[in-house]
């Protein structure tokens, strides 16, 4: 029997990311820093080419670039795997090659989406992420994460793939609803629950979003560092980077139960943080009165803090099971030593089940 050792060089990887006020305003330039290729194809959703369509397709017309975008409908369902083939077809028909570049310019389903598409065509091609959202700012266009979803389970085929750079503009924000706002504040509080004491506390004096808006440039390069260490630990998400999943396990069962429509993603990463904690407190793996201060913080910022239909846990428990981190047929899930400090926890099937007895913590 012939045997080969097959050996990779495989260079670290490095992008920048950045944020700025207006950075918006000078996004070709931006992309000339990275990127010297002039076809470009944006993918947006209709409710940010409201906004900001025009303005990036100005300027990218100022700077020569040969561009295309593709709007897309607003929400979750947009990340189907069901819409890739019309995505693929739309840049065949454009003349895409592997030396241009995908924009991803909206929120986190954008994000997800645009950045598979460009890891999957031609075997990859250029991204910049240009996150719209909170949710997206913080959270899901760094770190290299790109998936869509499957009738089975939210984000079950992906891959890592790293942009070639994040842009953040914090103006972007100001024209968010209150909800979306929200929803990126779950994943925001989750960076204090896990890692930083100090900083949940900030949230805590903030207390609303004005209170954020106030120091938003430095709670977005909190959560972005926080976010940068624990992937630069483990990129491909089977040891410390699993701690950024806490509340996601039954966050991501709630939005595909309800089929994505009635729960955003921070809505079920809030009422999973919540629920979990409890979970743990009960039954000692937690601090006594943890979940009590995390929920004032999420009530804080108009998010859910409990089911609206607690008997609907005998339907959602079971999707656990599609969960990413089960690992060798054994779950694991996210608790709090303390606030500040996580830690990654293999429990029984059991461990949701007081959940089943009315859904009270």
């Known amino acids: ?41 944006i ?7 409201h906004y900001y369509g025009r303005q990036v397709e100005t300027s990218l017309e100022a700077a020569g670039f040969d561009f295309e975008t593709i709007v897309l409908t607003p929400g979750e369902a947009s990340k189907s795997i069901e819409n890739l083939p019309g995505l693929y077809g739309r840049l065949v028909r454009f003349g895409i090659s592997r030396s241009d570049l995908i924009i991803a310019l909206g929120g986190g389903v ?13 075997r990859g091609i250029h991204l910049i992420q240009v996150p719209t959202t909170l949710l997206a700012q913080v959270d899901s266009s760094v770190g290299g994460k790109v998936a869509v979803d499957l009738k089975e389970g939210k984000n079950l085929v ?20 209150d ?62 980077r699993m701690l950024l999943n806490y ?12 089929h994505y429509e009635r729960y955003t993603h921070g809505e079920g990463v809030a009422i999973g943080m919540l629920a979990i904690n409890q979970l743990a407190e009960d039954q000692g793996l937690s601090p006594q009165g ?30 656990i099971k599609n969960d990413k981190k089960n690992l060798n047929g054994q779950l694991h899930i996210i608790t709090l030593k303390r606030i500040g400090q996580a830690e990654i926890r ?7 089940d007081p959940l089943l007895e009315g859904g009270k913590h």
């Open 1 to 41: 029997m012939a045997e080969l050792e097959i050996k990779l060089n495989r260079p670290a990887v490095s992008y920048p990311l950045k944020i700025k006020k207006g950075l918006l305003g000078q996004l070709a330039e931006e992309i000339q820093a990275v990127h010297k290729g002039k076809k470009v194809v």
């Open 43 to 49: 993918i947006t959703d209709e409710n940010v080419a």
């Open 110 to 122: 954008i994000g997800d989406l645009a950045g598979f598409v460009a890891a999957s065509f031609l």
């Open 158 to 177: 992906g891959a890592f793939y790293h942009p070639h750079s994040v842009l953040i503009d914090p103006n972007v924000l100001e024209t968010l609803s």
């Open 179 to 240: 909800k979306a706002f929200s929803d990126g504040m779950a994943e925001v509080i989750k960076y204090g629950c896990i890692r930083d004491r100090a900083f949940f506390d900030k949230l805590k004096q903030a207390g609303n979003r004005a209170g954020i808006m106030a120091d938003i440039e430095s709670i977005l390069e909190r959560c972005c560092a926080i976010k940068q260490e624990v992937v630069e630990a483990d990129e491909k998400d089977t040891g410390c």
């Open 247 to 258: 509340g996601h396990t039954l966050g991501h069962a709630t939005e595909a139960y309800y």
């Open 290 to 319: 943890s979940t009590q201060e995390i929920y004032q913080v999420v009530k804080n910022f108009g998010l859910p803090t409990v089911l609206d239909q607690p008997e609907d846990y005998t339907g959602i428990l079971p999707l």
């Open 346 to 352: 293999e429990v029984p099937d059991h461990f949701f």
